[in-house]
């Protein structure tokens, strides 16, 4: 029989136990009518902040180039509401914070997020609500964080340079998602760019080379127009960018070079001005430091720069190391496919073909389609294909102003089909040879011929008496130097890859060395302080 005492632990147990079960259903239905607001975007910014002034107390600015790596996902979905309460707790009162806070209000409303099943919003961090009667720990637990957060949510009296750069920075881009904001955001930009050339900070390096970079963004689509109207834009823009990058230069400021001069290289070759950006390049050094992003960009600048120059193997070589060096994150994905697009044409114009597998990824697959049809046409040796292909895609190749070294690519096609009709006969009329490679007259044939001939693209001769393309009898390939060379360039990539992979990991030569202490001048003695002072008492009353 139990006993009474365990009767009655029984009951309280149960009356416990319904307690927290009414207490947990009143949370869970006041849940459903009042959802907990979002603060995942505002405990990122903070987070962000935090670190940024922990590089300036700590004299680490490597630290701001993390905090900004996680600043991806709260640049592309910062809401209005976590704009407006992040400047009005960093940024005090004065000319500033009303000018953040007019540009933010010209940011469209953004909808409250869909509400869940269960009350819970949708992209909530917050699932679930403590229950009212969850003991005195849990009530505890409760408090601490919300006096954590007023105590940081308080109005901030003094500001960082670098915290109010990046906050202007987080408004800017917000404004940049909206195309119709194109006005404002060219003002915000101008007037942020105003601000950093006033701070000579190197802990503000790479904020300010980001501040160049959406200066021109937003310089290009406040101008409308389309492509031309962007590309005058950016023309009228390019005092001020040589202006930056030669400051940049004086103060050692090697984020800002690198952005800047990318960015100076970009706006000359879209004017089609190809031979000052390569006078830029031959007079300005990249830096050794900047980032694998910005060297990316510098490598295919100056492989396009190069590919324009004639220049193909040099082309070819930066642009495979461009391809290498970028990230492969789907963000990339478009600089990725032009770049491959450039390298798939400076590969016909050196006379080989690119793989299939090339054109198969599917990253690549959509985009490359037209000069897969190009890549066929140039293999086969086909000019009518070759042009018709040219016609039906010229507006793509206008587009990635591709089209200058596509209409390269008919003597490449040219070149391909005398090859083959130098393997394939040992004697052919002019005749047949203008037909095969559709050509105005067996008169062009010729001198098509004779040309290929001097310039060792075909070993044959031609019989002027007969009006004949005499092919000469095929060596063994084995018995050229193409398979050395081949080997060579192999050779030389793995070299290349292999004094990159070195370089990068090299330390200083004397970096785990012990330093020298320097010897310290053994302290005076009483009387030697004395003497001193009797010798200058006496050399003042003389």
Same mark, same amino acid.
């Given at each position: 029989?139990?006993?009474?005492?365990?009767?009655?632990?029984?009951?309280?147990?149960?009356?416990?136990?319904?307690?927290?079960?009414?207490?947990?259903?009143?949370?869970?239905?006041?849940?459903?009518?009042?959802?907990?607001?979002?603060?995942?975007?505002?405990?990122?910014?903070?987070?962000?902040?935090?670190?940024?002034?922990?590089?300036?107390?700590?004299?680490?600015?490597?630290?701001?180039?993390?905090?900004?790596?996680?600043?991806?996902?709260?640049?592309?979905?910062?809401?209005?509401?976590?704009?407006?309460?992040?400047?009005?707790?960093?940024?005090?009162?004065?000319?500033?914070?009303?000018?953040?806070?007019?540009?933010?209000?010209?940011?469209?409303?953004?909808?409250?997020?869909?509400?869940?099943?269960?009350?819970?919003?949708?992209?909530?961090?917050?699932?679930?609500?403590?229950?009212?009667?969850?003991?005195?720990?849990?009530?505890?637990?409760?408090?601490?964080?919300?006096?954590?957060?007023?105590?940081?949510?308080?109005?901030?009296?003094?500001?960082?340079?670098?915290?109010?750069?990046?906050?202007?920075?987080?408004?800017?881009?917000?404004?940049?998602?909206?195309?119709?904001?194109?006005?404002?955001?060219?003002?915000?930009?101008?007037?942020?760019?105003?601000?950093?050339?006033?701070?000579?900070?190197?802990?503000?390096?790479?904020?300010?080379?980001?501040?160049?970079?959406?200066?021109?963004?937003?310089?290009?689509?406040?101008?409308?127009?389309?492509?031309?109207?962007?590309?005058?834009?950016?023309?009228?823009?390019?005092?001020?960018?040589?202006?930056?990058?030669?400051?940049?230069?004086?103060?050692?400021?090697?984020?800002?070079?690198?952005?800047?001069?990318?960015?100076?290289?970009?706006?000359?070759?879209?004017?089609?001005?190809?031979?000052?950006?390569?006078?830029?390049?031959?007079?300005?050094?990249?830096?050794?430091?900047?980032?694998?992003?910005?060297?990316?960009?510098?490598?295919?600048?100056?492989?396009?720069?190069?590919?324009?120059?004639?220049?193909?193997?040099?082309?070819?070589?930066?642009?495979?190391?461009?391809?290498?060096?970028?990230?492969?994150?789907?963000?990339?994905?478009?600089?990725?496919?032009?770049?491959?697009?450039?390298?798939?044409?400076?590969?016909?114009?050196?006379?080989?073909?690119?793989?299939?597998?090339?054109?198969?990824?599917?990253?690549?697959?959509?985009?490359?389609?037209?000069?897969?049809?190009?890549?066929?046409?140039?293999? +086969?040796?086909? &000019?009518?294909?070759? /042009?018709? *292909? =040219?016609? @039906?895609?010229?507006?793509?190749?206008? %587009?990635? !102003?591709?089209?200058?070294?596509?209409?390269?690519?008919?003597?490449?096609?040219?070149?391909?089909?005398?090859?083959?009709?130098?393997?394939?006969?040992?004697?052919?009329?002019?005749?047949?040879?203008?037909?095969?490679?559709?050509?105005?007259?067996?008169?062009?044939?010729?001198?098509?011929?004779?040309?290929?001939?001097?310039?060792?693209?075909?070993?044959?001769?031609?019989?002027?008496?007969?009006?004949?393309?005499?092919?000469?009898?095929?060596?063994?390939?084995?018995?050229?130097?193409?398979?050395?060379?081949?080997?060579?360039?192999?050779? +030389?990539?793995? &070299?290349?890859?292999? /004094?990159? *992979? =070195?370089? @990068?990991?090299?330390?200083?030569?004397? %970096?785990? !060395?012990?330093?020298?202490?320097?010897?310290?001048?053994?302290?005076?003695?009483?009387?030697?302080?004395?003497?001193?002072?009797?010798?200058?008492?006496?050399?003042?009353?003389?």
């Amino acid at each position: 029989m139990p006993s009474e005492r365990q009767k009655k632990k029984e009951k309280e147990a149960k009356d416990t136990e319904d307690a927290e079960k009414k207490a947990k259903d009143e949370a869970e239905a006041k849940a459903k009518e009042e959802p907990p607001p979002v603060r995942g975007g505002m405990d990122d910014l903070r987070r962000i902040v935090a670190m940024i002034e922990k590089a300036i107390e700590t004299n680490q600015s490597r630290i701001i180039g993390r905090a900004l790596r996680h600043n991806g996902p709260l640049r592309h979905e910062a809401t209005k509401e976590v704009l407006t309460e992040a400047v009005g707790i960093y940024v005090p009162e004065g000319d500033t914070k009303a000018a953040l806070l007019a540009q933010i209000a010209c940011l469209p409303e953004t909808p409250p997020p869909p509400v869940a099943e269960g009350g819970a919003q949708a992209g909530s961090s917050g699932v679930a609500v403590a229950g009212a009667a969850g003991g005195e720990a849990d009530k505890m637990d409760e408090d601490a964080p919300a006096k954590e957060a007023k105590t940081l949510d308080e109005p901030r009296t003094t500001i960082l340079p670098e915290v109010e750069v990046y906050l202007s920075l987080l408004v800017l881009t917000s404004l940049l998602r909206h195309s119709e904001l194109g006005a404002q955001s060219l003002d915000a930009a101008q007037a942020l760019f105003l601000k950093v050339q006033n701070h000579n900070r190197r802990s503000l390096d790479l904020l300010r080379a980001k501040t160049f970079h959406y200066l021109s963004l937003a310089t290009e689509r406040a101008a409308g127009g389309g492509r031309a109207g962007g590309t005058q834009a950016l023309a009228a823009l390019r005092p001020t960018l040589l202006a930056a990058h030669r400051t940049a230069c004086l103060t050692h400021d090697e984020l800002g070079q690198a952005t800047l001069l990318n960015l100076l290289l970009r706006s000359l070759l879209e004017e089609d001005l190809v031979e000052q950006a390569y006078k830029l390049v031959a007079k300005t050094n990249f830096p050794e430091k900047a980032s694998n992003n910005q060297f990316c960009r510098y490598l295919y600048y100056t492989g396009r720069i190069s590919a324009l120059q004639l220049e193909y193997g040099d082309a070819y070589e930066k642009l495979k190391s461009s391809l290498r060096k970028a990230p492969q994150n789907p963000g990339v994905a478009g600089f990725r496919r032009s770049v491959q697009k450039l390298a798939v044409i400076v590969s016909l114009l050196m006379g080989e073909v690119p793989e299939r597998a090339v054109f198969n990824q599917p990253d690549y697959k959509k985009a490359l389609a037209p000069y897969l049809e190009l890549t066929v046409a140039v293999r +086969e040796g086909n &000019l009518s294909e070759f /042009n018709k *292909a =040219v016609a @039906a895609h010229k507006a793509v190749f206008v %587009a990635d !102003k591709m089209h200058s070294l596509v209409v390269r690519l008919s003597h490449s096609v040219i070149k391909t089909g005398l090859r083959r009709i130098n393997l394939s006969y040992s004697r052919i009329s002019m005749a047949d040879v203008c037909l095969k490679l559709a050509l105005e007259s067996p008169a062009s044939a010729s001198m098509v011929c004779a040309k290929a001939i001097r310039d060792g693209v075909i070993d044959a001769q031609i019989d002027h008496e007969s009006g004949c393309l005499v092919s000469k009898e095929r060596t063994n390939v084995y018995a050229t130097n193409e398979p050395q060379r081949a080997f060579h360039q192999r050779v +030389e990539f793995c &070299l290349t890859v292999r /004094n990159e *992979a =070195v370089r @990068a990991m090299r330390y200083p030569a004397d %970096a785990f !060395k012990p330093q020298p202490k320097k010897k310290e001048e053994p302290a005076k003695t009483e009387e030697e302080i004395a003497k001193e002072i009797e010798d200058e008492l006496e050399e003042g009353d003389l």
